[in-house]
């Protein structure tokens, strides 16, 4: 935010803050217009398959492929399924033109509990049954798995939120990027707190963290047996409203995109 950005809203800032509620911060209109443009390449395809046809989990996951070659990225929202900031996001995606590879989206990775508005499935919590070097442990699981690893993905990024901030919440992990080794975690926090974190939050700044990708979670099951670029990102509820955290999704997984070349984005830097 600029200093005359600052000063035009200094007294809407002063009145959520009072309230307790962050407004809605000032996003990167260059990179979130080159994320709904349809490519110079020409007209981007869409495919639409269900997964988990025929059964209570049956859900869409959409393939968007630029004509030019590049990068395979997923987005998963609703892994969890009352983290409606992921979800609202990745419905979004789904209208989104890469320039070069292909974009596959899941809004609805678990669909029961989205509709339930509910964490977890029928089956537990869909974010612990994927355990290194075994199958998946419940159906939904195994047909999720059975998605990622046919498309091998170069990246994957699944959407989360959180009710506390990393560090100030000993048992809540918001305003957090977890990501496998090879990621580039550091860049997206630093875009995120550039772009969206409202200044007067400073404890919202987002917190990078290696994972060992040795616990039963989809991200780091796609960065050890696919080799993926792995990225679980977590904003908060805490002293968040829904529009800032939605916010910070949608630059999450557009700065995702143009880090590893689905979009491209002409220099000049965060509007
Ligand atoms: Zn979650």
Not at 45 to 72: A, V
Not at 80 to 90: K, L, M, Y
Not at 92 to 102: I, L, M, N
Not at 236 to 249: A, G, K, S, Y
Request: no cysteine; glycine share 8%; charged share 25%.
């Amino acid at each position: 935010m600029n200093r005359r950005t600052l000063l035009a809203t200094g007294s809407v800032v002063a009145g959520m803050v009072t309230a307790g509620v962050a407004s809605q911060p000032s996003g990167n209109d260059r990179l979130l217009a080159a994320a709904r443009a349809p490519s110079d390449a020409g007209e981007a395809e869409t495919h639409t398959e269900r997964l988990l046809p025929d059964t209570d989990h049956e859900t869409p996951l959409y393939e968007i492929e630029s004509p030019r070659d590049g990068p395979t990225a997923m987005v998963f929202g609703g892994v969890h399924g009352d983290e409606r900031s992921g979800i609202a996001v990745a419905r979004e995606v789904v209208d989104w033109r890469p320039d070069a590879g292909t974009l596959v989206v899941v809004p609805e990775t678990n669909r029961v509990a989205v509709e339930n508005d509910e964490r977890e499935g029928p089956d537990g919590d869909l974010n612990r049954q994927f355990p290194a070097g075994q199958e998946p442990t419940s159906e939904l699981a195994r047909g999720i798995w059975d998605a990622v690893e046919r498309r091998e993905p170069d990246v994957v990024l699944d959407l989360h939120r959180s009710l506390g901030v990393y560090g100030l919440h000993r048992e809540y992990v918001g305003q957090a990027v977890f990501h496998s080794p090879d990621a580039r975690g550091d860049e997206l926090a630093d875009a995120l707190d550039t772009d969206g974190v409202p200044w007067y939050l400073p404890f919202h700044r987002f917190t990078a963290r290696e994972t060992d990708l040795s616990s039963p979670l989809l991200f780091q099951k796609a960065a050890r047996e696919l080799e993926s670029t792995a990225y679980l990102f977590e904003t908060t509820e805490f002293l968040l409203d829904r529009e800032t955290r939605v916010e910070l999704t949608r630059l999450a997984a557009a700065h995702v995109l143009a880090m590893h070349g689905l979009l491209e984005v002409e220099a000049g830097g965060a509007e």
